[in-house]
């Protein structure tokens, strides 16, 4: 049986192997996601919001708030490749993008104290 | 012993260089000026391209096997712990949350598999063996330590220019995939905005995923095991939220000295002596071909999509399936653009060990 | 080949799934569970849980002798590297002033050693050899790298449940210890209010304390010499106030990495075959019952301090005396509340390797 | 001779030795602390003293004292088990506790400047 | 076995305690003092002192061969992995464009030749062989890490000598160097100001150096490859720009631990069986000469060059160039001073190396 | 041949490759600053001309630098060796190393995004 019979062989059993365990896997998640779906909120200090609640507290918080936001956005001026890349999609994904960015920033902020402690 | 003899000693350095010496330092700078000044995966071709300039310095020990790189090699690479270690670092870094939001997208990750088999096939039919052949086909996983973790096991006699055209491929990404898309979707197509509103993902989700995932893979695919686990591990210390240290220890210590070593090792295992032969300018060619299979298949599975949707799936995410995930010295800003890529390594790793446990197992 | 004789090959990792690895996994699930939800010892409890499920995966080949964990078992418990580097870093985060002002307390360090004796003739009634019952006394020594350390050294055979029982009972501290403590003690003692005025300790005396134990301990019982000097060499790095980033290394890099490899390797020990048998569940009776020693022994030796002392010792800090250190991954905060229990590890490392020692003599 | 009365033998050894080593120990630290008693005064940066000697800094001495406090504060309150453990006990333990506490912050202060050089 | 077979057992430490290790565990305790009390490089001598502690506790085990010492000196001296690893962070330290700003300074770094060439003479004549004779010459780098690279090469028997005399006499260059100075400089010539105004260097510069010095070195001093490779990479990492992660992970993670593991194990060779011997006091004395011929070479080689120079340099920067770059422990702000230091380990190396090479070819 | 004789040989020879070694890299680095002087101006954002353009920004960016600047002073500060080592030159050394120091400074400010990101 020659080589390329072979190759192809794997190749029919191996994505075939893959396809199975990908759908499998999107069940799963699927599955995952509605289980736990009744508790959602997840990890609110990640998020935005708790930006806003801060910016309420005393002074010294906001001013690490002030700090951690001028280096937040410092990083986004150095970071090279900071404008959408050369493969860039359609707005959605910026969106998208952004979204994260935010998430980003807001994990910064909650973290530094780990970071300094 | 007198001056005569002495001379020869004193030059031996200059006396050893070949031609071929010359042509893989100008590659090694090559590959630094590219990290540097173009800034493609500055983080491993600088490192690879000063191993390279390493390699390639007649008697200068650094290559032997008692050398430093030698060391490096024995105890990082033969080992596979650094690519194992990356994957750790990488998985603390990833949000698997858009993907748990939009689970039907784990589909786009099966695209990446046709280059994977594509190239397999064509590397056999040019007539390389089988354990080289599925190595090469790694190539199209688009995922440098997936790509270095297989050759290791499979054929590290290649791992050279697996790993040079893995990572210099990878990069070439911006350059590569417009033109196709350009070419194979409509503007109408590329003009579909998709609606991005995840439901929100319980922590408990977050948690469970890596868990779950670790046991169902390793179960179907014993053979990706290795890297599928150890980017679960490094997700699992993030998510879960109560191991800080280990998590911060995993994005930056880690990480950070298994990437350099990496780089270090695998540019020294390109000396002149077994770097210039005609395997390599096959691989080359063979990688280059993975990539534009790669984008040509997530594309056709975006349209696919698209079409299976009703045309509220925008068919460019297909060619994001394929894509290479954030190697771990982007910055984190360069990280929240590649949301819709982090969630297919997963399956970039599966289908790159099963080619390799498939490849392994004739 | 055909599908036929294919099949089989893919779905290895399931024909070779046992009951017994479905039960070691449900484990793995509880050790993580504990570590996420109840946080309790995460840092060392969701590696050596993971590990613990990468054990239990068929043909992963991660736990192999060549897979990354035993290359890892090889590199830093074989060579007892991992928990030296833990005792490094633990020292680094030490303060021994609050010992230093009241060096009385150091009696209470005594008490840990009733349960490792304790259990030592338990374990031999019940028939373990001396090497293995000296390892299996040392889990009263509530000290997870000291009992790692001893039994990684004496009995490697046991490491897994040792080590198993060292941490989660560590944890189960706050359960086992408050009834007893209301059981052995009146209200009227718990009530004592100990005047806490430490006179000050001059940076001249931090900095020769690491010194002068090493050597004292070292010349008296030299086999406690490995454990004692790191732990040591840590607080002399950071007391000593000239060499910032050393103690910044201990504290972080080298302590969050040897943690984290520690609890994967001595998570991945844990594969059915190896883990579930008699010795095992008399290991862990046996190791619930020196924590439950350690306590009482600790109480009733607090209340006689307290009477010697004229009522003015709360015999509540006997309980404290027998108790784990802070482990390395616990927030500095955490770190605070236990500055009485920071003054007993000595003791606890001693103990452990006296035991260690006279049970290796024979 | 059985392995029960090398047991107890061992017992009996090893816990002689450790109450011998324990008790030197413990000369050892009066002797010590006695000795160095004369020169008291151990690393003052350290203490909270120092952060009211700050104050007196410049606004941006000021500013950055700030930022520290509110990130340690905003650490306590992250901090997952600050509460009392289980076992805490009597108040005279809480007392130590804050002390160390404070001692802590004083000693993040004055870290601060080492992490960033 | 009954408590009189116990008893020497029990004592073995004590009773195996020599007067030799009496002396040394002084001599540990006295470097210890020197790095803490009056900060003489502390991140090497602390823990060169605390192992040699280590070294000097009868039976304590932990520099046996399996022992932790051991174990870390198989991983990282006989690899000279530590001393190159701190190279690389040194170099993600150094700051170049002093030296590219005015590169006849270059010359002065010829003058740390002399210490080395004289020293070597010396200890040919006082009857080392080569190979001793060269690693002891190479005391006259001064610079730790070139020390201990080449005599772990070379003569690794002699390295603890070597090692502590090459670090406790950088660390007395401020007491060595002044005297000599007043002595062979007139207050005239010390009191020339010298006009700082390099030109401004661009990056392209600062980014071509590290990479073409390593290869011109490289080719004509193949046995200075691996020292000034690393030390190279570890400058590319840092001018780059590009791979900040990297950069980091060397001036920090990977130099810390390299340091602190040098240090301890050096120390831990430094058992009084092994360092008590005429060689070491032979070596001492050699090294101290070193170190004066150095400073007067210097001195004399930068007046030599303020005459040439029509009186416009300062004869003292010939001292500069023969002394130590900045250790990696120091602070950055220390390194400031330093800047005409640093510019000068390059040739400290190349002439170490130089030595050693032709040391080992005959 | 004596052993002494061979070290003399070692030392000419060697002395004699370093010190060509040397000039050539000096050749090297002047040919290298010639070539590359067209382009000036390296990584302004190194040099303390930023602070000045940075002070300009939004007050959270003002906030940021006063920190570093504290902290960068402070470290100064606590830095032991800071004054001037007893091999200390003439003053246009101290210049050099001022300016150095300045570098420094700079260098802190504008890597803290990437510390913190
Ligand atoms: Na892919
Ligand atoms: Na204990
Ligand atoms: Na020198």
């Known amino acids: 049986m020659s080589n390329l019979m072979i190759a192809l062989e794997i190749t029919a059993l191996g994505m075939g192997l893959v396809f199975a365990a990908i759908i499998l896997l999107w069940w799963i998640m699927v599955l995952l996601t509605w289980i736990t779906a009744e508790k959602e909120s997840t990890a609110p200090p990640l998020s935005p919001p708790r930006l806003g609640e801060m910016q309420g507290g005393d002074n010294a918080r906001v001013a690490a708030l002030a700090v951690a936001f001028a280096l937040a956005q410092q990083e986004m001026e150095n970071a090279h490749p900071l404008s959408d890349p050369p493969t860039a999609l359609v707005s959605a994904w910026q969106l998208g993008m952004r979204t994260q960015q935010l998430y980003q920033k807001g994990e910064r902020l909650n973290r530094q104290p780990r970071k300094i402690g | ?362």
């Open chain 2, 1 to 362: 012993m007198d001056l005569a003899s002495l001379l020869p000693e004193l030059l031996k350095g200059i006396l050893h260089f070949t031609w071929g010496n010359a042509l893989m330092i100008t590659t090694a700078l090559a590959l630094m000026y590219l990290a540097v000044a173009k800034e493609i995966e500055p983080v491993l071709l600088l490192p690879i391209g000063f191993g390279c300039l390493l390699a390639n310095i007649p008697m200068g020990g650094m290559t032997a096997a008692e050398g430093m790189m030698g060391v490096l090699y024995d105890a990082g690479i033969s080992t596979e712990l650094f690519p194992l270690l990356i994957f750790v670092g990488v998985g603390a870094m990833i949000d698997f949350s858009p993907l748990l939001a939009q689970p039907k997208m784990a589909l786009l990750g099966a695209a990446g598999q046709f280059g994977i088999f594509g190239t397999l096939i064509l590397a056999i039919a040019i007539g390389f063996p089988l354990n080289q052949a599925a190595s090469i086909g790694v190539i199209g996983a688009i995922d440098g330590p997936t790509s270095i973790f297989v050759a290791a096991k499979l054929a590290p006699e290649l791992l050279a220019p697996i790993a040079v055209a893995a990572y210099s491929y990878m990069s070439l990404i911006p350059i590569i995939q417009p033109p196709l898309m350009k070419l194979l979707t409509t503007k109408k197509e590329r003009m579909i905005r998709m609606d991005y509103m995840p439901k929100p993902i319980s922590q408990k989700a977050l948690i469970a995923f890596p868990m779950i995932v670790t046991l169902v893979i390793g179960l179907l695919i014993p053979e990706a095991t290795p890297l599928i686990s150890m980017l679960m591990l490094g997700n699992l210390l993030k998510v879960s939220g109560v191991v800080e240290r280990l998590s911060k220890a995993a994005q930056n210590e880690i990480i950070n000295i298994a990437t350099l070593f990496l780089g270090l090792t695998i540019g020294a295992t390109m000396s002149a002596a077994g770097f210039l032969n005609l395997a390599t300018i096959q691989i080359l060619g063979l990688g280059l071909l993975a990539f534009g299979l790669d984008t040509v298949a997530g594309l056709l599975f975006g349209k696919l999509m698209s079409v299976l949707s009703g045309h509220r799936i925008n068919p460019l995410i297909g060619a994001a399936g394929i894509s290479a995930f954030p190697m771990a010295g982007r910055l984190a800003a360069k990280v929240a653009n590649d949301e819709d890529f982090d969630n297919f390594i997963l399956m970039h790793a599966m289908g790159a060990n099963t080619a390799g446990q498939l490849g392994s197992v004739m």
